[in-house]
């Protein structure tokens, strides 16, 4: 929950013989309020107070007619004098029973509300009066008074300070679930955090209005989302605004030179450019990284910001930053992501399609799985616009669409999964190329059975692939298909059937001389083994595992210590997989949710205890 809901919730937890005062600080332009937030908390007391608590609590209090007008007499005080008066009122209030006094965003109180607080909890002994005041990281530039009044209140013996970070994923679904009244699917949960940054605010006016079923969020932020994410962002002055519509087509944290470049393009000097954002710092609308690159506090707003342009103006201002990126030198570090993303933006179909080959690749050097997919998914959708020469051969669109097939499953995106390999599947021949079908129809019942929710899927598919396969006995994809038939076996409960086609897989394997197929069929044989043979089980697991390492298979990796493991807790040794569980995780780095995203699928139930 965020700051404000957070207190209400103490608040409400106090129980009747406790009394809160609760004033609010608000954002002026250049107008101030003295006093506002702790005048506001007075008038509302005073609203609800009989007579006989006001007249008891501002007896002799009269010069405060200066601050409250409807209180009492109006009169004319200095504001240094109406500090022990108001304190003197509140500890009359505590007096009658606890009080809590509650200054909601601080950052926006005025210098006097600042100092009767300050003037309050100098005085704080053993009365029955507490003090809780909100206030943002943002809005609080350079200057701003509170800096050196939360310096001096620190100093106080009884003064506390508690900082709210961002909320895990894990409270972002339970909030979600509690706005919504029901349970949603972990992909939305995903989605809305990845867009509120785990801001709790963010969260509930994302999801306001949702039902919960849906599958992903719509593409535009709602309407109530914009207006408060824009709130800051209008009080910039016109040409800072025009320095963060940049910064945003940009997508991401953006180093000061690049940014340069690119603003002196569209008007705007590198001296201008610095204090536009020191202007957008100081408002709370941009932060820098650790790099010291200018970035959105909330991200989502430079999603609304490029929502905003006109197609025109966003393909002008992507087409400056390739300009300025391509003269960036071939090192520079997300140089191909950028290249990509600004000449998709900018409508240069070939140029996007090459710069997101090479991103790709960039990602799967670092086992970068969700950013591979993403630039994989792209390359694909656009095949049919792009240039020939460029796009290359028929072949060459299979192979594209099977890589991209297998990095979306990694990332656990199986549904892009499986229409990706379907549609290699319309290019490719049976007859002419009967072992690239036999691979592709065993990536796609893998793809769709991780993506189903029930333990079960039709065995069809898989043994096609076998049967494709049958001219070629001794071929690694016969050994894959035979160790896919096996897993699906094991699934459907068929365990002598399964044992039987793992050993044949085995076999087929060595014959192949595949390091690739031996350890995809030593892992299926370690998984499908029954209950009385977890030493044969681990004895298999570990060769896959030496194997994966070997040719460099993640998948394999994973899903061998995965079966390792097993029987070792089978087998009553669950302390020793560790390490080299450890060391599986790192190698797995980068992929989203591996628990689904390796063939064979991730078992539903465990068949070892």
Not at 227 to 234: G, I, P, T
Not at 482 to 497: I, P, S
């Amino acid at each position: 929950m965020g700051k404000t809901h957070l207190v209400r919730k103490t608040c409400e937890g106090l129980g009747d013989g406790t009394q809160v005062l609760w004033g609010s600080s608000v954002h002026f332009g250049e107008a101030t309020v003295p006093f506002g937030p702790v005048a506001g908390a007075l008038q509302a007391w005073h609203a609800q107070a009989d007579e006989e608590s006001r007249m008891d609590v501002l007896s002799g209090a009269g010069d405060l007619g200066t601050l409250l007008p409807g209180l009492t007499e109006a009169r004319t005080t200095e504001p240094g004098q109406l500090l022990p008066l108001i304190d003197t009122v509140l500890h009359r209030l505590a007096d009658r029973a606890p009080t809590v006094l509650v200054i909601d965003d601080l950052q926006w109180a005025d210098t006097a509300s600042l100092d009767v607080l300050a003037y309050l909890i100098t005085g704080f002994r053993r009365q029955r009066l507490a003090l809780l005041a909100t206030c943002r990281d943002e809005h609080r530039g350079d200057g701003h008074p509170l800096h050196g009044w939360l310096a001096d209140m620190r100093r106080m013996p009884l003064f506390t300070e508690a900082h709210l970070d961002r909320i895990s994923l894990a409270a972002t679904e339970t909030q979600i679930d509690a706005l919504l009244g029901r349970v949603v699917d972990i992909d939305l949960a995903i989605q809305v955090y990845e867009r509120s940054g785990g801001n709790p605010y963010l969260t509930e006016l994302l999801v306001r209005g949702l039902s919960g079923t849906e599958a992903e969020l719509a593409a535009t932020a709602p309407a109530a989302l914009k207006d408060a994410l824009l709130a800051s962002w209008h009080g910039l002055s016109t040409m800072t605004r025009q320095v963060t519509r940049l910064l945003a087509v940009g997508g991401r944290p953006t180093e000061l030179a690049v940014l340069a470049d690119v603003a002196s393009e569209h008007s705007i000097s590198p001296a201008l450019l610095y204090s536009c954002l020191t202007e957008a710092r100081d408002h709370g609308v941009l932060q820098a990284d650790g790099e010291s690159r200018s970035w959105f506090r909330h991200p989502l707003l430079a999603d609304v910001l490029n929502d905003e342009l006109p197609p025109g103006q966003a393909a002008r201002i992507a087409a400056t930053y390739v300009r300025v990126l391509e003269a960036r030198p071939v090192t520079a570090p997300g140089r191909a992501a950028d290249l990509a993303s600004h000449n998709h933006r900018a409508g240069r179909i070939d140029e996007t399609y090459r710069w997101s080959l090479a991103a790709a690749d960039d990602a799967a050097v670092l086992r970068a799985a969700a950013v591979e997919a993403i630039h994989l998914e792209r390359a694909c959708s656009l095949w049919d616009k792009v240039s020939p020469d460029v796009r290359g051969s028929a072949a060459g669109h299979v192979d594209l669409l099977r890589r991209a097939s297998s990095v979306c499953g990694r990332a656990g995106r199986l549904d892009t999964a499986v229409t990706l390999v379907e549609h290699a599947l319309e290019l490719v021949d049976p007859d002419s190329e009967p072992l690239l079908t036999s691979t592709l129809l065993l990536a796609c019942w893998d793809a769709k059975y991780r993506s189903s929710t029930t333990d079960k899927a039709p065995l069809d598919e898989l043994v096609e692939a076998v049967h494709l396969t049958a001219a070629y006995p001794d071929a690694a994809e016969r050994a894959l298909a035979l160790a896919g038939v096996a897993t699906g076996e094991k699934w459907e409960g068929l365990q002598d059937e399964a044992v039987a086609h793992a050993e044949e897989a085995v076999r087929v394997a060595r014959k192949s001389g595949s390091e690739l197929a031996l350890a995809g069929a030593l892992s299926t044989r370690a998984f499908v083994r029954p209950l009385d043979s977890a030493h044969d089980a681990l004895a298999d697991a570990q060769d896959a595992m030496r194997l994966a390492r070997s040719c460099g298979s993640t998948d394999w990796l994973e899903k061998a210590a995965r079966w390792q493991w097993i029987a070792l807790r089978h087998l009553g040794r669950t302390e020793k997989p560790r390490p080299r569980r450890k060391r599986c995780s790192k190698k797995c780095s980068g992929r989203a949710r591996c628990g689904r995203i390796s063939w064979p699928p991730t078992p539903r139930r465990d068949f070892f205890g």
